[in-house]
Every structure is written in structure tokens, then in C-alpha cells.
């Protein structure tokens, strides 16, 4: 059983333009979500995270989004850049992440390519 | 400040084979947990360890053992090699505290490339 859902393998934009990436949940126990970008040959990269008590994060050109009640958020890119073509995960845990006792469950990622 | 530094970076074993993977924590952190991510799937908990103990552990058969030292680097042991095992695992150091002063997040190495014929 898949907990966190990223239904979009893929995901291709014009530069300067929005990415709009989205991730699903099902276990109403997670309180804490991260998105991570990875690029090939390296290991996943934090960008931005949200605790379940807000609904909003913003840190320069990423924003993440969370609707509790439809168990769903999202990650808005603005303006793409090439850089940022890599795959993006979605990952949640119970409390913050970094905590002992607190795992990542990992949705399986969307792949962002940016046309310049 | 040094990040999370992972040995080998790439292994080929063969069916039956044991394999040990080691992760070096970045300075400070005193949590490692370890990744499965096979190809085109998201990465999956295998265990984590928090000051040298195992702190939790993902559905991963007991052939999947760790270790975490006193300088809080670790070691992840797969012994009885199978076809399946073959994908890239990576370790994420953090801050963790019965207290609660965390870090929010786990900071991930490049990871080791295992390859099982």
C-alpha cells in the first residue's frame, strides 16, 4: 500500500514559466511533509518542507501547499529554471524529519524537465 | 562543515554474497537512517539508528542488519544476496532528541550503487 502518491512521472515546462508538482497521502497520521530534488548520481537534496499546521510555505522561487482535508500538497516552482530539471520527491514523517524515531515514507517521484 | 559521505559508491556482488556499506554522518548529527531506492521508485526505509541503537525499522527481512558507532558513522550489513537487492541505498544523517531540539529535516549522502548478477 502506497501511502504517499505522486500520480505524474513526468512533468515538462517552458522556462520562466510555473512547475506545479503534486503528491497524495493517505495515512492521516503524517504531519510533516518535505519535498527533496535529485539529481542523477546524487542523493536527494531538502528544498522546502510544511508542517500540518500550516498550510502554506514559501522559500524564494518554491511554495508548498497543503490541503489536509483532500490529503494533498503540492510544490509550485516560480519561474522554472533548466537547473531545475531533476526528479522531485514528496515525503512525509510523524513529527519533524529529523527527529529519532521519525522515518521518511517517499512518494516515487516526478521527473521535471525545464525547456529553456 | 562536512555532509553525509557514503563508501562505495558503486558494487557488483554476485547471488549469496554479503555486502557492508558504510555512511559517515555529517559533524553533529547523531541519527542515520538507512534507503532502499530501487530503480524508478522513491526510496524505502530499511532502519534507523540513534545514538547505537536500532531506532526503528521498515518491512526489510532481518538479512538486513546496521550497526552505528560511537562516532555515530554506520554501517549497513545484506547478507544472502538476491537479484532484488540491486538498487542505489542511501543513508540521511540527522539531529534527533528525546528533548525535541531537532533538526526538521534528514540530510542525505550521494549514496552506494549495488549491483546484485
Known amino acids: 500500500d502506497q501511502q504517499v502518491k505522486q500520480n505524474s512521472p513526468s512533468l515538462s515546462v517552458q522556462e520562466g514559466r510555473i512547475s506545479i508538482l503534486n503528491c497524495d497521502y493517505t495515512?492521516?497520521?503524517?504531519?510533516?511533509f518535505l519535498w527533496y530534488k535529485k539529481y542523477p548520481a546524487e542523493g536527494p537534496t531538502f528544498l522546502i518542507s510544511?508542517?500540518?499546521?500550516?498550510d502554506k510555505n514559501e522559500d524564494g522561487r518554491f511554495t508548498v501547499f497543503l490541503n489536509k482535508s483532500a490529503k494533498h500538497l503540492s510544490l509550485h516552482i516560480v519561474p522554472s529554471q533548466p537547473g531545475d530539471s531533476a526528479v522531485y520527491f514528496c515525503a512525509a514523517s510523524w513529527g519533524p524529519a529529523g527527529n529519532a524515531g521519525n522515518m521518511l515514507t517517499f512518494g516515487g517521484g516526478t521527473r521535471l524537465m525545464v525547456k529553456p | 562543515e562536512t555532509g553525509v559521505t557514503q563508501s562505495p559508491t558503486h558494487l557488483i556482488k554476485t547471488r549469496g554474497q554479503q555486502v557492508t556499506l558504510r555512511c559517515s554522518s555529517q559533524s553533529g548529527h547523531n541519527t542515520v537512517s538507512w534507503y532502499q531506492q530501487a530503480l524508478g521508485q522513491g526510496p524505502q526505509f530499511i532502519f534507523q539508528?540513534?545514538?547505537?541503537?536500532?531506532?526503528g525499522r521498515g518491512n526489510f527481512p532481518p538479512r538486513f542488519s546496521g550497526l552505528q558507532f560511537p562516532n555515530y558513522s554506520s554501517e549497513l550489513n545484506v547478507n544472502a544476496l538476491e537479484l532484488d537487492d540491486s538498487a542505489l541505498y542511501l543513508c540521511?544523517?540527522?539531529?534527533?532528541?528525546?528533548?525535541?531540539?531537532?533538526?526538521?529535516?534528514?540530510?542525505f549522502g550521494p549514496g552506494t550503487r549495488l549491483t546484485v548478477l
Open positions: 495515512n492521516s497520521m503524517f504531519d510533516y
Open positions: 510544511i508542517s500540518s499546521i500550516k
Open positions: 540521511a544523517s540527522s539531529l534527533g532528541s528525546l528533548s525535541g531540539n531537532t533538526t526538521d529535516t534528514q540530510y
Open positions: 539508528y540513534y545514538r547505537e541503537e536500532e531506532n
